[in-house]
Nanobody, 124 residues
Framework: QVQLVESGGDLVQAGGSLRLSCAAS????????MGWFRQAPGKEREFVAT????????SYANSVKDRFTISRDNTKHTMYLQMNSLKPEDTAVYYC?????????????????WGQGTQVTVSS
């Protein structure tokens, strides 16, 4: 069993930056691929970024590529999402997720564990 807790969400102006964190419990964190998803009001949950077990392989949604960076520190059981050049359309609840395989994935059904989410609001 893995428990995930997100933090770092906030209200920020367009063009600003935020760093989200996802702290994981359990000794198997370093074997899991991880991902970030987001859900805006009235919209379906969408993929943002994913990272493999070692951090050596990452993938991003086109909408955030070159602005967001996913990373992880296996010694701290923590994953991060550095978000730069934020836009109002980035406003959403951001969720971190873990999957029992080490390879990254961009589909929500591929993930076994989910956090409760953290709110990111970008004002124009």
């Amino acid at each position: 069993q893995v428990q995930l807790v997100e933090s770092g969400g906030d209200l920020v102006q367009a063009g600003g930056s935020l760093r989200l964190s996802c702290a994981a419990s359990g000794r198997t964190f370093s074997t899991y691929a991880m991902g970030w998803f987001r859900q805006a009001p009235g919209k379906e949950r969408e993929f943002v970024a994913t990272i493999n077990w070692s951090g050596g392989s990452t993938s991003y949604a086109n909408s955030v590529k070159d602005r967001f960076t996913i990373s992880r520190d296996n010694t701290k059981h923590t994953m991060y999402l550095q978000m730069n050049s934020l836009k109002p359309e980035d406003t959403a609840v951001y969720y971190c997720a873990a999957r029992g395989l080490g390879s990254p994935a961009n589909l929500a059904y591929a993930y076994n564990y989910w956090g409760q989410g953290t709110q990111v609001t970008v004002s124009s």
